[in-house]
């Protein structure tokens, strides 16, 4: 992504560039030496952008176990060194592993992958991919669809499907361009990329090949398009995007975390194009679903390690019935369970699986109000009482707002009880407060951050 020249590998250098032994050494302090060795310390940094890195694993489970606990942690230990960092992407790299990091090395060869990398972001990834989906009720028309889709073109264009997190639509997705692919110029990018590449093209003046370039795709696939919301600039780039795709009938398939009426903030010509082929939503896996889900990864499980996960038949049947309908979530779930059982050596009862999971959405970690309340006042160098005072400045009004929001999303506290801890606020103040962050969340990148690191304070220690 980086403007790179043959020359400019030393100036390259000279921008922050993360010493990974210094970063290991930082892992080790925070999370200990037997988590860091056991897990953290084998991962490889492979590539280092200014606002994200790639960092490699050996195996997918690796990836899977290391993304369900501690990606959060890494990531903010990551930006103790590098503060501009704000993604991290996991790569499997078993050859890898102990190769130096290409960025900032003087590595001639990187320089033409550096330069093509505005074809990174249109990386399909092998692994999600028709076969291993699985199908079930709740997901069973999406699947069709997208099926379809890949056998008939434009038959319905655009394909929108909606569902909520983790249930398998950027999945879908993916499998439909890797699918399409074969014949076809696939594109396939996120809504959050594809503003940053916009952006990028209106700084560096090359609207006209950025237009080009996403125009020419006989195939369009963009993934969480709620991400336009309220970004009018991007609406105006992607509508004319989409029209000038759907008018040389190039297929246009998108997903969202609600369906294109639900779309606010949105240009009603946008959500009308939006839903003028076929929107099709995609739920929660009930139990069979969950169920199958499990028993596909059993047996990945023994494919890839050549031994058994070792799960008792009631084991299985608790996770499915226990665990949230989110098919990302289960998928933590089940590699931390089977993680745990080997090291405890001994196949799990379901009583022990109760005791490991407990923590698994930090449910047990008890967060108090007050030090929601003095880590951002500290955070934000106001003092206590000038946060929780009636005085509506911004300087004290937002640190307050995000108190409250922290209140509501990190303890279990109801609305009166939050809004009495504010200074015997009234419950309305809070939800206001609640849905004020939620919102800005989405468009102020400074302010996400900022709740990301209060979070993350608050969790810690
Ligand atoms: P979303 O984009 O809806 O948030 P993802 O597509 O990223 O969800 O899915 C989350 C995880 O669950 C991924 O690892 C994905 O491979 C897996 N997954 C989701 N649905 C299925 C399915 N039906 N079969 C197998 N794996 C699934
Ligand atoms: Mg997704």
Redesign the pocket.
């Known amino acids: 992504m980086e403007k790179i020249s043959l020359k400019s590998n030393l100036s390259v250098l000279e921008e922050k560039v993360l010493n990974w032994d210094s970063v290991q050494g930082s892992f080790e302090k925070s999370f200990g030496t037997e988590i860091y060795s056991s897990w953290l310390k084998h991962i490889s940094l492979i590539k280092e952008y200014n606002d994200h890195v790639i960092l490699g694993v050996k195996t997918r489970f690796f990836r ?1 176990w290391i993304t369900s606990r501690y990606a959060d942690k890494i990531l903010s230990e990551l930006r103790k060194h590098k503060l501009s960092i704000n993604r991290i992407e996991f790569k499997i790299d078993p050859e890898n592993l102990n190769n130096k990091p290409t960025f900032g090395s003087p590595n001639l060869n990187k320089v033409s992958d550096i330069k093509s990398s505005v074809l990174n972001y249109n990386r399909l990834n092998p ?2 991919n028709f076969e ?5 009720k709740s ?1 069973n028309l999406s ?1 069709l669809s997208a099926k379809k889709t890949c056998a008939q073109l434009s038959r319905y264009n655009p394909l929108f499907i909606y ?12 499998a439909i361009g890797l699918e399409l692919s074969k014949n076809s110029k696939v594109m396939f990018i996120s809504a959050e990329r594809f503003m940053y590449q916009f952006i990028k093209s209106i700084k560096k003046n090359e609207m006209v090949s950025f237009k080009d370039f996403f125009r020419k795709a006989n195939v369009f696939i963009i ?2 398009i709620q991400f336009i919301r309220g970004k009018e600039g991007l609406q105006e780039e992607f509508f004319h995007t989409f029209n000038t795709l759907f008018e040389q009938s190039s297929q246009i398939v998108i ?1 969202s975390d609600r369906p294109p009426n639900k779309l606010d903030r949105v240009q009603d010509r946008i959500k009308s194009r939006l839903s003028g082929g076929l929107v099709i939503d ?1 739920g929660s ?1 009930d139990y069979d ?1 969950k169920l199958k ?1 499990l028993r ?1 990864k059993i047996s990945d499980y023994q494919n890839s390690f050549k031994e058994n996960p070792d799960l008792q038949e009631e084991v299985i049947d608790y996770i499915a019935k226990y665990s949230n309908s989110n ?2 979530e ?2 933590g779930v089940f590699n931390r369970v089977v993680a745990f059982g080997k090291m405890s050596k001994k196949p799990l009862s379901v009583n022990d699986c109760k005791i490991i999971l407990k923590d698994i959405y930090n449910s047990n970690k008890v967060v108090s109000i007050d030090k929601i309340q003095t880590v951002t006042s500290n955070f934000f160098s106001i003092s206590l009482s000038d946060m929780l005072s009636p005085r509506r400045s911004r300087p004290l009004a937002r640190p307050r707002q995000m108190a409250m929001y922290l209140a509501k999303k990190l303890t279990p506290r109801s609305l009166p009880e939050i809004g009495r801890k504010f200074a015997n606020r009234d419950h309305t103040t809070v939800i206001h407060a609640v849905k004020t962050i939620e919102k800005l969340i989405e468009n102020n990148d400074e302010l996400k951050k900022n709740v990301e690191e209060l979070k993350s304070l608050i969790l810690s220690d």
Not at 132 to 136: A, E, L, S, T
Not at 163 to 174: D, Q, S
């Open positions: 899977d692994s999600l291993n989906f699985i199908v079930g997901n699947f569902g909520g997190v983790g249930l398998g639509k950027t999945h879908l997705l993916n993934d969480d997903s995609i896996p679903l889900i596909k098919i990302r289960l998928i």
